[in-house]
């Protein structure tokens, strides 16, 4: 429970940072700088390794067992969810 609980931190705290290095940046802009796009490839990573090493889902739907990583985006460029709220994918 305790490594769980590391991993979903790990997936939160990437998740903050990768939304605030891009706070002030168009897509032009991030297009055009190597290094935000470097930061935010490496949290966007890091969430997807602590999201492999999470193997519970509480819903029970095993989501996370078996989408776990980046394989495939669960949202799609604009925000709007790619998988139905309720299903499993």
């Known amino acids: 429970m305790e490594r769980d609980t590391g ?7 990437s998740a903050k940072l990768a939304v605030e290095y891009l706070e002030g940046t168009d897509k032009a ?5 190597v290094r935000t ?5 490496r949290r966007l990573e890091i969430i997807g390794e602590a999201s ?3 193997v519970r889902c509480q ?3 095993g989501l996370w067992k ?5 394989g495939r985006p669960w949202f799609d460029a604009d925000g709007s969810p790619l998988v139905p709220a309720g299903t499993c994918g």
């Open 29 to 33: 802009g991030f297009v055009t700088d």
């Open 66 to 70: 078996v989408k776990g990583g980046m």
């Open 37 to 41: 796009q470097d930061a935010v490839v």
């Open 7 to 13: 991993y979903l931190m790990d997936m939160l705290v």
């Open 59 to 61: 819903s029970g739907c």
């Open 52 to 54: 492999r090493r999470f």
